[in-house]
């Protein structure tokens, strides 16, 4: 009797423990939307002075804060295509209920721009490290094909200590045809300052 306990209490926690990570998103979700809902009420709050005026103030306001939780978690703010269900209902196929819904979509696009106004627009992405961010940048660049042929001049090459350039010897003077002088030998080109190999 105890064994096949234990063989069930086994199997339990082998179960609950597959589903953690599920678990976990389901509990960040959870809390994203609640924190959403709260900032769109709260938003609600501060801008519904601008709106007193309105036929459909409650539909409004439903819109209103969808839009704003949209944005919220990440999306671009448009208007969806359908209404929520709610409005599906035969009690919204009236002339008075096409303005409901009209008020809603309207509500929706307010709330949409008054969260990028707000500046949540971005608050739904995790932010990496600057590094990463600089690695990313740099392997989406396209190398410069004429880079090396660009005519820039970088200095003397690097040497190792020790180590020296080859100089030309100077070539010996030959006489003028015409005049029957020498012709003056240009100076021998200095060695050039070596760096120490770094």
């Given at each position: 009797m105890k064994r096949s306990t234990m063989n069930v209490l086994l199997l339990a926690a082998m179960v609950s423990l597959t589903g953690c990570a599920s678990m976990y998103d389901g509990m960040i979700g959870c809390e994203t939307g609640m924190r959403n809902h709260v900032l769109a009420?709260?938003?609600?709050?501060?801008w519904s002075w601008c709106y007193e005026h309105l036929d459909h103030p409650r539909d409004f306001a439903k819109g209103f804060k969808a839009g704003y939780q949209d944005v919220l978690a990440g999306g671009n703010?448009?208007?969806?295509?359908?209404?929520?269900q709610c409005y599906w209902k035969p009690f919204y196929q009236t002339p008075k209920g096409v303005?409901?819904?009209h008020a809603w979509f309207d509500g929706y696009s307010h709330g949409a721009l008054a969260a990028k106004q707000d500046g949540y627009g971005a608050l739904s992405e995790i932010p990496i490290s600057p590094t990463a961010r600089a690695n990313?940048?740099?392997s989406r660049r396209k190398p410069d094909?004429?880079?090396?042929?660009?005519?820039v001049d970088y200095g003397?090459?690097?040497m190792m200590p020790g180590t020296e350039i080859p100089v030309a010897p100077p070539v010996p003077a030959t006489p003028d045809h015409s005049t029957g002088q020498p012709i003056p030998v240009p100076p021998t080109p200095k060695t050039p300052d070596v760096r120490p190999y770094e």
């Amino acid at each position: 009797m105890k064994r096949s306990t234990m063989n069930v209490l086994l199997l339990a926690a082998m179960v609950s423990l597959t589903g953690c990570a599920s678990m976990y998103d389901g509990m960040i979700g959870c809390e994203t939307g609640m924190r959403n809902h709260v900032l769109a009420s709260k938003a609600w709050g501060h801008w519904s002075w601008c709106y007193e005026h309105l036929d459909h103030p409650r539909d409004f306001a439903k819109g209103f804060k969808a839009g704003y939780q949209d944005v919220l978690a990440g999306g671009n703010g448009c208007q969806p295509t359908l209404p929520p269900q709610c409005y599906w209902k035969p009690f919204y196929q009236t002339p008075k209920g096409v303005c409901r819904i009209h008020a809603w979509f309207d509500g929706y696009s307010h709330g949409a721009l008054a969260a990028k106004q707000d500046g949540y627009g971005a608050l739904s992405e995790i932010p990496i490290s600057p590094t990463a961010r600089a690695n990313i940048e740099t392997s989406r660049r396209k190398p410069d094909p004429n880079f090396y042929r660009s005519g820039v001049d970088y200095g003397p090459p690097l040497m190792m200590p020790g180590t020296e350039i080859p100089v030309a010897p100077p070539v010996p003077a030959t006489p003028d045809h015409s005049t029957g002088q020498p012709i003056p030998v240009p100076p021998t080109p200095k060695t050039p300052d070596v760096r120490p190999y770094e």
